[in-house]
């Protein structure tokens, strides 16, 4: 990482987490080609479809904290 890359990280660190997250969209949407935005239709059938379960309550999201550890725990054993 180059020390102004470094130094605009450093910076972005001290902004709010939603904050951060829209400019590392932003961010990320900049080094994308255009065809990469295309979704293909299974996916985002897919996609929809969770949501709407999460949406529904059907689907209850765990932080990823909680994902992590449960990973961790079962690859420990």
């Known amino acids: 990482?180059?020390?102004?890359?470094k130094r605009?990280?450093?910076?972005?660190m001290g902004l709010a987490?939603?904050?951060?997250?829209?400019?590392?969209e932003a961010l990320l949407e900049s080094t994308t080609e255009e065809s990469e935005h295309e979704i293909d239709p299974?996916?985002?059938d897919e996609i929809l479809r969770r949501?709407?379960?999460?949406?529904s309550g059907e689907v209850k999201p765990?932080?990823?904290s909680?994902?992590?550890r449960q990973i961790r725990d079962a690859l420990a054993r």
Request: charged share 40%; proline share 3%; net charge negative.
């Open 51 to 55: 949501l709407e379960q999460v949406r």
């Open 42 to 44: 299974a996916w985002r």
């Open 62 to 64: 765990e932080p990823w």
């Open 8 to 12: 605009i990280f450093d910076d972005a």
């Open 17 to 24: 987490q939603d904050e951060r997250r829209l400019l590392a």
């Open 1 to 5: 990482m180059t020390s102004t890359a």
């Open 66 to 68: 909680e994902v992590r």
